[in-house]
Nanobody
Framework: QEQLVESGGGSVQAGGFLRLSCSASGLNMRDYSLAWFRQVPGKEREGVAASRSDGMIKYYADSVKDRFTISRDNAKNTLYLQMNSLKPEDTAMYYC??????????????????????WGQGTQVTVSS
């Protein structure tokens, strides 16, 4: 059974950092595009960062560029999101997601939640000012 499980969320002060992890089971990460999304109540799910299946090309939302870094360890079947210089507006539930390998390029595709069919349960990140 394919499954994604996030961990690493928590509460930090503005300017702090967190590293989220997403452990995948039942699938080979090399065959999937992987991404992090976030959502606050009453708003749409937002693409934060994505990694194409080759792991070489990454996409970021403008709001997190130069602060967040997505990475994957295919040997450990784990996806990471290093979040630095956190801001109160980063407060959200963070989800990892997987989509079958695609030849598509571009942030518009890879940061679109509709392209992903496997989701974790989420981990809460709260940043206080």
């Amino acid at each position: 059974q394919e499954q994604l499980v996030e961990s690493g969320g928590g509460s930090v002060q503005a300017g702090g950092f967190l590293r989220l992890s997403c452990s995948a089971s039942g699938l080979n990460m090399r065959d999937y595009s992987l991404a992090w999304f976030r959502q606050v109540p009453g708003k749409e799910r937002e693409g934060v960062a994505a990694s194409r299946s080759d792991g070489m090309i990454k996409y970021y939302a403008d709001s997190v560029k130069d602060r967040f870094t997505i990475s994957r360890d295919n040997a450990k079947n784990t996806l990471y999101l290093q979040m630095n210089s956190l801001k109160p507006e980063d407060t959200a539930m963070y989800y990892c997601a997987a989509a079958p390998r695609s030849p598509a390029y571009g942030a518009r595709y890879h940061l679109n939640p509709e392209k992903y069919n496997l989701w974790g349960q989420g981990t809460q990140v709260t940043v206080s000012s």
